[in-house]
């Protein structure tokens, strides 16, 4: 079945990095837009980057745009976020999520994607 697993999550203290992984298995994401959310105990999920793998564009957030990057390796049908600059509002569990290979738009409506990671915990001390 389709899978999408995510990883590298764990604690950092402020200021520091880390660098999340999603690995894709059950069929290649090659032609999907990804992102990742990111979701805080009692608050909704809210994007956080996104990867139009056929247009070639990336967006992000502006609560972390110019510390975060978002990337791929299709030869490995993996993303990723690496995370700098970390702040304790990061805090939160991320999660990996597709949408359907019929649309190459990316969207910040996480209603919009099809597939999604059971989450990585991210904890940010100050």
């Known amino acids: 079945q389709v899978q999408l697993v995510e990883s590298g999550g764990g604690l950092v203290q402020e200021g520091g990095s880390l660098r999340l992984s999603c690995a894709a298995s059950?069929?290649?994401?090659?032609?999907?837009?990804m992102a990742w959310f990111r979701q805080a105990p009692g608050k909704e999920r809210d994007f956080v980057a996104g990867s139009g793998w056929n247009a070639g564009s990336t967006y992000y957030a502006d609560s972390v745009k110019g510390r975060f990057t978002i990337s791929r390796d299709n030869t490995k049908n993996a993303v990723y976020l690496q995370m700098n600059s970390l702040k304790p509002e990061d805090t939160a569990v991320y999660y990996c999520?597709?949408?359907?290979?019929?649309?190459?738009?990316?969207?910040?409506?996480?209603?919009?994607?099809?597939?999604w990671g059971q989450g990585t915990q991210v904890t940010v001390s100050s």
């Open positions: 999520a597709a949408r359907s290979s019929a649309y190459s738009t990316i969207s910040t409506n996480s209603d919009r994607y099809n597939y």
């Open positions: 059950g069929r290649t994401f090659s032609g999907n837009v």
